[in-house]
Nanobody, 125 residues
Framework: QVQLVESGGGLVQTGGSLRLSCAAS????????MGWFRQAPGKEREFVAA???????IYAESVKGRFTISRDNAKNTVYLQTLSLKPEDTAVYYC???????????????????WGQGTQVTVSS
């Protein structure tokens, strides 16, 4: 089992940046693909980015070129670097873990078994 704790959210102005972190417990972090999702008020949870066990990455079109996902297996941590933030990026951001094969990379939230509590990102206009 994996426990996930996000941090790094906050209030920023349009065009600003934040670096979100997600620390995982346990010694099997490298066995999980990791994803970031977000949920804005009144909207469904949506995929943001994911990184496979083999370090392949995939992004939602809405964040491509502005967000970067990375992982540090030695620190059991996955990061989401956000740049050029827009008001429409305002949401609670969740990290999630998917125990899957080495090359697999999923964008559907139902494929992820473990979830953090979320961190709020608010972008003011």
């Amino acid at each position: 089992q994996v426990q996930l704790v996000e941090s790094g959210g906050g209030l920023v102005q349009t065009g600003g940046s934040l670096r979100l972190s997600c620390a995982a417990s346990g010694r099997t972090f490298s066995m999980y693909a990791m994803g970031w999702f977000r949920q804005a008020p009144g909207k469904e949870r949506e995929f943001v980015a994911a990184i496979s066990r083999s370090y392949v990455t995939i992004y939602a079109e809405s964040v491509k070129g502005r967000f970067t996902i990375s992982r540090d297996n030695a620190k059991n941590t996955v990061y989401l670097q956000t740049l050029s933030l827009k008001p429409e990026d305002t949401a609670v951001y969740y990290c999630a873990a998917d125990q899957t094969s080495y090359m697999s990379l999923n964008t559907d939230s139902s494929d992820y078994e473990y979830w953090g509590q979320g961190t709020q990102v608010t972008v003011s206009s």
